[in-house]
């Protein structure tokens, strides 16, 4: 009995013990397959019992520390030159060994969908899937979330995975192809950090003390109180599920539910919308959850029982589509193309009903893409599915009142904040798209942001390279009557003045119909080529395409000077871009290659812009208009879809969208508010 009495004692004291002391534990960054910064000191930080003295052994280093009060500790270790793989040993009561380290240069990769975009939706995904074999190259996708305060720590993540065919098709592609590059030219390992959210706002990458700090902004978020997301999630979700009940009453029940896909459903009730586009944009602000929506079409006796074939674009997020109450196909994720195929027999004479449950997880939702994407074909004539559906939400998410654009620092505070003060070598970033509508405001709020991360980082200004917004028709904009896409790349252009800073001109590569372009690899590459000629200091090589420099006219006739010609100007890519070393451009693609300068307009005192006539000669461009006989003003690629502008210079890397003059454009008087 007492040897029982004393074993009881003693494991009610290791229970107790358990719980009262914390084990050692780094922030979530750290993890097997990590790369850490050379060159600069590297910071390991996490959390343990308060007063527990802390080892950290890396390589040939032992440093120690003892945690203050609150259980933080945080060690900085020597600067390590690039190689691995290495142990990561933290010591405290317990024991954490972090294996396979690499040490080499890190990148933060940030923005909205198009950094998101990953390798197996991008251009010859298969063949680039395949060829992966680049164990040097590792990812960490930071897990999105969202925080009323900064966060200590990031969410819970899959850790950091290596460029091999099993993981790459994950990886965000414009970081890959970069990475892919940068290693390939320096053989040192490359680590990413994916942190990015689709649809999202700059203002919620932007820390408060950043807005508290900002003329422009500071108002705005003196206004902005400190406030409790749930109970205010609780409120917006009460006034959504009013603005539902208005239009179709209450939610869809249950056991109704089943019968939603049934083509003898009685849906003459249902409110209508537009398909395709974004339901956010129409009858459902701010609404994620799913919504069915149906279409009847009337088929003929002779195409009845037929084979057919639907395509519904893309839908966000995933989908599961049904013609008469049959299954015909679903498929989970944003960015892929709905196709699918009707067997035999499913499709009956006279009505014939399309139902598509769709769920959205966050962000966008619904059916989108193009009018020529939204289609119906059996025997071989094709029909058009774009206009009026019928609608119905059946249920929203608990938490989808509230999003990572509902208040500004929301994403900073998640999924920027808990990476710092990890050691990188810099960032890229690709978003603009969410903010066209404030692009003049844009020329504050992206300088902003780019200070911001570099005054909590305390690397100084470190490198920071940024993708121009690409071309597509966001909403016909030209000159005539204004462009918020060509004012937001106005504004990513003017944030150069930043030190160390770069910008890879995408307009020829992009779609314009999709906002999503899926070459990535031309992007990743020109982000590259900024990077080894600014950050690696290889500077004899291009990097830019011709920057508009002066003009002066001559008469009717404007003259054009720009830098960064390299061996001259050109109409249209050099056949040269082929070469391996160079940018692959639009592949899969032929392009038809012409004397003509395209994408110009000049405009005389009246503000009125005429297309030119553009001439390369002598090292300048030439430019005139049959209606200016006096021009004052030009302006290059300035539309939403600039995909006809084809000034290049000898090394195939395309012209920097411009103006000459400062006239006010249609964004100037929108600004942020919440």
């Given at each position: ?9 003693a494991?009610?004291f290791l229970?107790?013990t358990?719980l009262?002391?914390?084990d ?5 960054i750290f993890?097997?397959?990590m790369v850490?910064?050379?060159g600069i000191s590297?910071p390991?930080w996490g ?8 080892t950290?052994?890396f390589n040939k ?7 203050g009060n609150?259980?933080?500790w945080r060690?900085?270790l020597d ?5 691995g793989?290495y142990?990561?040993i ?10 396979n380290?690499?040490?080499?240069d ?5 923005g ?7 390798v197996k ?5 298969s063949r680039?899937?395949?060829s992966a074999?680049f164990?040097?190259?590792r990812?960490?996708?930071?897990a999105?979330a969202?925080g009323q305060k900064p966060w200590d720590?990031?969410g819970?993540?899959s850790?950091?995975k290596t460029a091999?065919?099993?993981?790459v098709?994950?990886?965000t592609?414009i970081?890959?192809f ?13 680590g990413l950090i ?8 700059i203002?919620?990458?932007i820390?408060?003390?950043g ?7 500071k108002?705005m978020?003196?206004?902005?109180s400190?406030l ?10 009460k ?7 208005k239009l179709?009453?209450a ?12 083509p003898s459903?009685n ?5 209508h919308?537009r ?8 009858s459902?602000?701010?609404v994620?959850?799913i919504?069915w929506?149906?279409?009847?079409l009337?088929i003929?006796?002779?195409?009845a029982g037929?084979?057919?074939d639907?395509?519904l ?19 989970k ?7 699918y195929?009707?067997?035999a027999?499913?499709v009956?004479e006279g009505k014939n009903?399309i ?5 959205d997880t966050?962000g966008?939702g ?10 119906f074909?059996?025997?071989d ?11 119905q939400?059946?249920?929203i998410?608990s938490?989808?009142?509230i ?5 500004p620092?929301?994403?900073?505070n998640a ?19 969410n903010n ?6 844009y020329?504050?709020?992206f300088?902003?942001m780019?200070?911001d991360?570099?005054?909590h980082?305390?690397?100084g200004?470190?490198p920071?390279y940024?993708v121009q917004?690409a ?5 016909n904009?030209?000159?005539?009557k ?5 004012e937001?790349?106005?504004?990513q252009?003017m944030?150069?003045s930043?030190?160390?800073t770069?910008?890879?001109v995408?307009t020829d590569?992009?779609e314009a119909k ?6 990535k690899?031309d992007?990743g590459?020109r982000l590259?080529?900024?990077a080894?000629?600014?950050a ?9 395409g011709?920057v508009y420099?002066s ?16 061996k001259?100007?050109?109409?249209n890519?050099?056949y ?12 899969g ?6 004397s003509?300068?395209?994408?110009f ?5 009246d503000?009125?812009?005429y ?14 208009a ?6 004052v ?6 539309a939403?879809?600039?995909?006809n502008a084809n000034l290049f210079n ?5 012209a920097?969208?411009?103006r ?14 919440k």
């Amino acid at each position: 009995m007492p040897a029982m009495k004393k074993l009881t004692v003693a494991t009610l004291f290791l229970l107790f013990t358990s719980l009262v002391f914390a084990d050692v534990r780094p922030a979530k960054i750290f993890a097997d397959s990590m790369v850490l910064q050379r060159g600069i000191s590297i910071p390991v930080w996490g959390w343990a019992d308060k007063n527990e003295k802390i080892t950290v052994q890396f390589n040939k280093q032992n440093k120690s520390v003892t945690t203050g009060n609150d259980g933080k500790w945080r060690i900085n270790l020597d600067a390590e030159k690039e190689g691995g793989p290495y142990q990561l040993i933290i010591k405290g009561r317990n024991v954490v060994v972090l294996n396979n380290i690499l040490v080499g240069d890190v990148w933060i990769c940030s923005g909205q969908s198009n950094m998101e975009w990953t390798v197996k939706n991008s251009t010859n995904s298969s063949r680039e899937i395949a060829s992966a074999d680049f164990p040097m190259i590792r990812q960490i996708k930071i897990a999105t979330a969202i925080g009323q305060k900064p966060w200590d720590d990031i969410g819970n993540n899959s850790g950091w995975k290596t460029a091999v065919p099993a993981n790459v098709g994950n990886f965000t592609a414009i970081g890959y192809f970069f990475a892919r590059e940068l290693y390939q030219k320096l053989q040192v390992p490359i680590g990413l950090i994916n942190t990015t959210w689709g649809g999202t706002d700059i203002e919620t990458w932007i820390s408060r003390e950043g807005f508290e700090n900002s003329g422009e902004f500071k108002e705005m978020v003196s206004k902005v109180s400190l406030l409790n997301l749930d109970s205010l999630s609780a409120i917006q979700k009460k006034s959504m599920l009013s603005r539902i009940q208005k239009l179709q009453g209450a939610l869809v029940e249950g056991a109704v539910i089943p019968q939603l896909k049934e083509p003898s459903f009685n849906d003459s009730h249902w409110p209508h919308m537009r398909v395709p586009g974004l339901w956010e944009q129409q009858s459902l602000p701010e609404v994620d959850g799913i919504v069915w929506f149906r279409k009847t079409l009337i088929i003929s006796a002779a195409d009845a029982g037929r084979p057919a074939d639907i395509s519904l674009g893309m839908i966000d997020d995933n989908d599961e589509t049904y013609l008469n109450g049959v299954r015909i196909g679903g498929t989970k994720g944003y960015n892929s193309k709905r196709m699918y195929h009707i067997p035999a027999g499913v499709v009956k004479e006279g009505k014939n009903v399309i139902a598509v449950r769709v769920e959205d997880t966050g962000g966008g939702g619904g059916i989108y893409g193009d009018d020529s994407d939204i289609t119906f074909t059996i025997n071989d004539q094709k029909q058009s599915l774009a206009g009026e559906w019928l609608f119905q939400v059946e249920s929203i998410l608990s938490n989808a009142a509230i999003g990572p654009n509902s208040y500004p620092t929301l994403l900073y505070n998640a999924m920027i904040h808990p990476l710092i003060p990890f050691a990188i070598k810099g960032a890229l970033w690709y978003q603009g798209e969410n903010n066209a509508g404030r692009a003049y405001q844009y020329r504050t709020a992206f300088p902003l942001m780019i200070t911001d991360w570099r005054k909590h980082w305390a690397q100084g200004n470190f490198p920071f390279y940024f993708v121009q917004l690409a071309s597509f028709n966001a909403g016909n904009g030209n000159s005539e009557k204004g462009s918020t896409w060509a004012e937001l790349r106005e504004a990513q252009t003017m944030t150069l003045s930043l030190p160390n800073t770069g910008m890879a001109v995408t307009t020829d590569i992009g779609e314009a119909k999709d906002i999503h372009p899926k070459n990535k690899l031309d992007v990743g590459k020109r982000l590259a080529a900024a990077a080894l000629y600014n950050a690696y200091g290889r500077t004899n090589t291009i990097y830019s395409g011709p920057v508009y420099q002066s003009m002066k006219t001559e008469g009717s006739k404007v003259i054009l000077s720009f830098s960064h010609t390299a061996k001259g100007l050109h109409a249209n890519r050099p056949y040269q871009m082929n070469h391996t070393d160079l940018p692959a451009f639009n592949i899969g693609k032929t392009e038809e290659l012409t004397s003509a300068v395209n994408g110009f307009e000049v405009a005389g005192a009246d503000r009125k812009f005429y297309t030119a006539e553009a001439k390369i000669e002598n090292g300048h461009l030439v430019l005139s208009a049959a209606n200016v006989a006096a021009p004052v003003a030009v302006r290059y690629a300035w539309a939403d879809d600039a995909g006809n502008a084809n000034l290049f210079n000898s090394e195939g890397f395309p012209a920097v969208p411009f103006r000459t003059d400062q006239w006010k454009g249609i964004t100037e008087a929108t600004k942020y508010r919440k």
